[in-house]
């Protein structure tokens, strides 16, 4: 099949040339466990049960694969076919890790790795590692087979089967395994790395078949779908014009179309023909068949087929290499930052014990000054969870908002009739309309007073915010030592206690300070001016939209002390209207320096004074033992060598994929 699918010597250098290394590249790839990390480009065969898929597979290969009724198929096999030169002799090679073995999670770790000289050997290999991985009944395992076929008829092609799909459960399956398959066929699929191979029957209708509809499910638009139609010879006489529809992508459209193919069935082993054989006889009944005869060539064979899978492959690997390369280089940045983080473990000696004690305290002040600052440039996407100054401003604005309801407002008539009964408590040899500072400063006061409930809610969401921002930037530097993490949590926690009963003695002494009266005059006649500027607009508005009134004689409209109009506590009300205004204009300039000063003061303790003694008194556990502090959990140390082995993992993929 490679000689027919290459063509001349000139035709298969060029394809050595351009099309084996990109394919080489994705096996080496898949061979360092690369998989574990990033999707690579490859094919998924998938495909009902008794659709032909196995057929496929062998027509391809030229082995002979597990078959049988039910699931054949019971783990994903890794297919990694080599044409070789013509005079070479032929060389295959299985690998799997069997059950229950534990290689670090490694996928080039193969607890199994056994050459096969003889491919008759193919079929039982791969059932014996099948039993091993899935067990010997008839359950599943997505434990990964790969199988290497080298020799002169094969294409270069790496393709994955996977189980077949089926609907019912037959004897000594476990319960479930349906939907298991559909997971396991899920996720290989879902990824657009992976190109779909549906093999389908002919003699069924396509829409309903199970194949097509999962991919469908991932691949809505068909991109990544290639159709395969098997099993043609048993279609009704009188119904090849459904099967030329479904050929010629009319019927269920795909992107990538369809090929049509006719595999050696069971008969047909057991009568002794060859693949060879059967490759012949395949071209022979299209050649010969009175309809499908009509179809394009190109749609018909194992040889286009072939052709057309490595085609695509490698379209699909040249679309995805420039991306390949960008996601390897930036999860190896993101596993070496991982790795300095966690650091190299513990040291022999107390010199060097102090050394990665020194550096990991370092590391700790440098965050805290981030924190401090608010400042997110250090390298690590985390760094943003850890800006207090973006959390807090939101407790500062809800704390403004609680303020600002407290303030009584123009149509608050209880508050003004408050007024009113102040006045009249106060006064004393006061004429009528002379305005009480001591009424105005009293319900200040009382005002004001209102403010410091918002404002010590206000301190403990701060107070919150700090604890759990500290606890994170405590836990990513230091979490791999768990007593150092521990330590530097209760010296955080003394010293931020400290800070938060500094802070709430500061607001006492703020809110104390307000009650007395006081601002710049410039600064309370300019926002008076504002506030009668505002209701004198508000009057007119109101005149303006109120009916005309006939004009009276002002004779008629004067008042006297003995008219019967007159209202002897009128000047009660406009005194309190005016003290109203008055305290509304103070009220403006004083809620705004609350406003500013509450957070400010709850942002110098709880923020910048709190981190610079964190940052000051944290040296002081280099006077301890280093031994205790740097002693880590055991799951540091395993996430230590499992990043160790990625991080050499992506070094190697980087080094192959700079060949490209």
């Given at each position: 099949m490679a000689a027919e699918m290459h063509g001349s010597p000139a035709m298969t250098d060029a394809f050595n040339h351009q099309v084996r290394p990109l394919i080489d590249l994705?096996?080496?790839?898949?061979?360092?466990?690369?998989?574990?990390?990033?999707?690579?480009?490859?094919?998924?065969?998938?495909?009902?049960?008794?659709?032909?898929?196995?057929?496929?597979?062998?027509?391809?290969?030229?082995?002979?694969?597990?078959?049988?009724?039910?699931?054949v198929t019971?783990?994903?096999?890794?297919?990694?076919?080599?044409?070789?030169?013509?005079?070479?002799?032929?060389?295959?090679?299985?690998?799997?890790?069997?059950?229950?073995?534990?290689?670090?999670?490694?996928?080039?770790?193969?607890?199994?790795?056994?050459?096969?000289?003889?491919?008759?050997?193919?079929?039982?290999?791969?059932?014996?590692?099948?039993?091993?991985l899935a067990g010997p009944d008839r359950g599943i395992s997505s434990s990964r087979i790969s199988l290497e076929i080298i020799c002169p008829d094969v294409p270069d092609l790496t393709l994955i089967d996977l189980p077949g799909i089926t609907r019912l459960v037959i004897g000594g399956q476990t319960e479930g395994i349906s939907q298991q398959i559909r997971t396991m066929i899920r996720d290989y699929i879902r990824n657009d790395a992976t190109i779909i191979l549906a093999v389908v029957p002919a003699n069924v209708d396509i829409a309903t078949t199970e194949a097509l509809q999962m991919a469908r499910e991932v691949d809505r638009e068909g991109k990544r779908t290639l159709g395969v139609v098997t099993k043609p010879d048993l279609v009704d006489p009188g119904a090849e014009h459904e099967l030329i529809e479904?050929?010629?992508?009319?019927?269920?459209?795909?992107?990538?179309?369809?090929?049509?193919?006719?595999?050696?069935?069971?008969?047909?082993?057991?009568?002794?023909?060859?693949?060879?054989?059967?490759?012949?006889?395949?071209?022979?009944?299209?050649?010969?068949?009175?309809?499908?005869?009509?179809?394009?060539?190109?749609?018909?064979?194992?040889?286009?087929?072939?052709?057309?899978?490595?085609?695509?492959?490698?379209?699909h690997i040249k679309e995805h290499l420039p991306a390949l390369k960008t996601e390897v280089r930036e999860k190896q940045e993101?596993?070496?930052?991982?790795?300095?983080?966690?650091?190299?473990?513990?040291?022999?000696?107390?010199?060097?014990?102090?050394?990665?004690?020194?550096?990991?305290?370092?590391?700790?002040?440098?965050?805290?000054?981030?924190?401090?600052?608010?400042?997110?440039?250090?390298g690590d996407a985390t760094i943003h969870d850890l800006n207090p100054h973006k959390?807090?401003?939101?407790?500062?604005?809800?704390?403004?908002?609680?303020?600002?309801?407290?303030?009584?407002?123009?149509?608050?008539?209880?508050?003004?009739?408050?007024?009113v009964e102040r006045i009249k408590s106060v006064r004393g040899r006061e004429l009528p309309r002379f305005i009480s500072f001591q009424a105005c400063e009293e319900l200040v006061k009382e005002i004001v007073q209102t403010f410091l409930t918002p404002a010590k809610i206000c301190l403990t969401e701060v107070n919150e915010i700090i604890t759990e921002i500290l606890g994170k930037a405590t836990h990513?530097?230091?979490?791999?030592?768990?007593?150092?993490?521990?330590?530097?949590?209760?010296?955080?926690?003394?010293?931020?206690?400290?800070?938060?009963?500094?802070?709430?003695?500061?607001?006492?002494?703020?809110?104390?300070?307000?009650?007395?009266?006081?601002?710049?005059?410039?600064?309370?006649?300019?926002?008076?001016?504002?506030?009668l500027e505002i209701k004198h607009s508000n009057e007119a508005a109101a005149v303006a939209a109120r009916p005309r009134q006939p004009v009276i004689p002002k004779?008629?409209?004067?008042?006297?002390?003995?008219?019967?109009?007159?209202?002897?506590?009128?000047?009660?009300?406009?005194?309190?209207?005016?003290?109203?205004?008055?305290?509304?204009?103070?009220?403006?300039?004083?809620?705004?320096?609350?406003?500013?000063?509450?957070?400010?003061?709850?942002?110098?303790?709880?923020?910048?004074?709190?981190?610079?003694?964190?940052?000051?008194?944290?040296?002081?556990l280099l006077s301890e033992d280093p031994a205790r502090l740097l002693s880590e959990e055991p799951e540091t140390a395993i996430r230590r060598e499992v990043l160790r082995k990625k991080a050499d993992r992506l070094q190697q993929a980087q080094t192959e994929l700079r060949k490209f």
């Open positions: 994705i096996d080496r790839l898949r061979q360092l466990g690369l998989e574990q990390d990033v999707s690579l480009p490859s094919i998924a065969v998938v495909g009902d049960q008794s659709s032909g898929k196995s057929s496929v597979l062998e027509a391809l290969s030229g082995v002979q694969l597990p078959r049988g009724a039910g699931i019971r783990c994903p096999l890794e297919l990694r076919m080599k044409s070789c030169r013509p005079d070479g002799r032929w060389r295959g090679r299985i690998r799997y890790q069997p059950q229950g073995r534990d290689f670090d999670n490694d996928e080039d770790d193969f607890g199994v790795d056994e050459d096969i000289t003889d491919p008759s050997e193919i079929e039982n290999r791969v059932r014996t590692a099948q039993n091993l479904v050929i010629s992508n009319a019927r269920y459209q795909l992107q990538r179309g369809y090929t049509l193919v006719k595999c050696r069935g069971q008969a047909a082993i057991n009568a002794g023909i060859s693949l060879r054989e059967a490759l012949a006889e395949e071209r022979n009944y299209f050649a010969s068949h009175p309809h499908l005869s009509e179809i394009p060539e190109a749609t018909l064979g194992m040889t286009n087929l072939s052709r057309r899978l490595t085609s695509v492959l490698v379209e993101k596993v070496n930052r991982e790795l300095a983080r966690i650091g190299e473990g513990l040291p022999s000696s107390k010199c060097e014990m102090m050394m990665v004690l020194t550096k990991a305290l370092q590391l700790f002040t440098e965050i805290v000054g981030k924190i401090e600052d608010g400042d997110t440039r250090f959390q807090t401003r939101i407790s500062f604005g809800k704390f403004a908002e609680e303020v600002n309801k407290r303030i009584p407002l123009d149509h608050d008539r209880k508050f003004k009739e408050k007024i990513q530097t230091l979490g791999h030592y768990r007593d150092l993490e521990v330590a530097v949590k209760d010296r955080i926690y003394d010293l931020q206690q400290k800070a938060r009963d500094a802070c709430d003695r500061e607001i006492d002494k703020i809110f104390k300070q307000e009650k007395f009266v006081y601002t710049q005059d410039c600064t309370y006649n300019a926002t008076l001016d504002s506030v004779s008629v409209r004067s008042l006297t002390l003995f008219s019967s109009d007159y209202d002897p506590n009128q000047h009660l009300t406009d005194e309190a209207e005016h003290t109203f205004e008055m305290i509304i204009s103070y009220m403006n300039v004083c809620s705004r320096r609350i406003c500013d000063t509450v957070p400010m003061t709850i942002l110098f303790h709880m923020v910048k004074d709190l981190c610079e003694s964190i940052r000051d008194q944290i040296w002081n």
